[in-house]
């Protein structure tokens, strides 16, 4: 007669055999630190233009809402590894226009993927696609309401509207990063957002917003495409990139609903801005910097002097933008450097 002892470990060894020849079964890394590498070290492969969600235009003749589909590009390390990191990028173009593919973009995706993260571009909507003055679905009626009475143009109003329809995608674009973890080989507790420009707008309010926001202020009545967007997922955001943007987004937000979203749980941040930039003023940059000051959160504000709007090969100290946004990362995450 066997002891005790020995049938507890032969049912031990009988479940691991059992688990480790489940093929099956998806391997959970989540509680181990990611590794990247100082050097480009790996081939990158590209997936790109996948369908990461619907939202609504109203881009045809007659204005009636039509279902559009919105892409992003995937650049990722050619190796094994089961639990790499994430970096997120939504483009600039003053919430009008703009491409997921401009050049600086790829080579940024292809600079973080040669050093073992997951590089995500995505496309959102612009005011390129709302026809006409009818914006139901695109943005609650609150937004719409505010934004047209207090715009200074039709113009503006359009912006101010494609700013919630943005904000709305790009969540989306997130929540799916998470729903296909598996598939890329995410550790979703390593996730990095950043953009440019009007990215970096975008970027801030991914990073400080709550989850529901620029989300549930849409009824599916209003918005059927909100199904499309895993709506069940949820992330947490360890780090913000921010190039040259700013807080205006959650400040129109505060506006319309009365909330300030800022608090000391919110993501840390980096920002690189030119210190003569017409376009969205430096001040932006320190107004964000003294709001994380306040809060005790670190933020680390490089100022690119003399440079104005979009210096995307500027340099601080012979490095360049994607070697300073690499040692952010790489210190604050605390990731394995080989």
């Known amino acids: 007669m066997k002891s005790p002892i020995l049938i507890s470990s032969l049912i031990v060894m009988a ?62 390390p050619d190796n094994n590894a089961p639990h790499r990191p994430v970096f997120m990028f939504v483009h600039g173009g003053g919430f009008q226009g703009g491409t997921k593919t401009k050049p600086e973009i790829v080579d940024m995706g292809h600079y973080f993927a040669s ?3 997951v590089f995500v ?36 109003a359009r912006t101010s509207i494609a700013m919630y ?4 995608d790009a969540k989306a674009a997130l929540r799916w990063i998470v729903a296909n973890e598996d598939e890329y080989k995410i550790n979703p507790e ?29 009824p599916l009545s209003d918005d059927p495409t ?62 964000l910097d003294s709001i994380y000051q306040s809060l005790g959160i670190y933020c680390n504000l490089v100022p690119l002097e003399g440079e104005g709007h979009g210096p995307w090969n500027a340099t601080v100290d012979d490095k360049s933008l994607a070697q300073m946004v690499f040692d952010f990362i790489t210190d604050r995450q605390s990731l394995s450097i080989e």
């Open 226 to 287: 909100l199904n499309t967007t895993n709506l069940t997922e949820t992330y947490t955001i360890r780090s913000m990139i921010d190039f040259w943007g700013g807080n205006v987004k959650l400040e129109l937000f505060d506006s319309v609903y009365g909330l300030d979203r800022y608090d000391a749980d919110d993501p840390e941040l980096f920002i690189a801005h030119g210190t003569l930039d017409p376009t969205v003023l430096y001040a932006e940059a320190t107004e």
């Open 121 to 156: 571009s995505v496309d959102y909507r612009t005011t390129s696609d709302f026809g006409g003055t009818d914006f139901r679905g695109i943005a609650p009626q609150d937004w719409i309401d505010y934004t047209i009475a207090n715009a200074s143009t039709p113009d503006e």
């Open 115 to 117: 050093r073992g993260w």
């Open 165 to 168: 329809a943005a904000q709305r």
């Open 15 to 76: 479940i691991i055999l059992l688990v480790a020849c489940n093929t099956d079964q998806p391997v959970i890394h989540n509680n181990e630190v990611p590794i990247v590498t100082l050097e480009s070290s790996y081939e990158v492969l590209s997936d790109l233009d996948i369908v990461y969600a619907d939202g609504l235009s109203h881009s045809g003749a007659d204005g009636t809402p039509v279902e559009m589909p919105q892409r992003l590009d995937i650049y990722s």
């Open 190 to 218: 390593y996730i990095t957002v950043g953009g440019a420009s009007a990215g970096g707008i975008t970027t801030i309010a991914l990073g400080i917003s709550d989850q529901g926001d620029f989300r549930d202020e849409i």
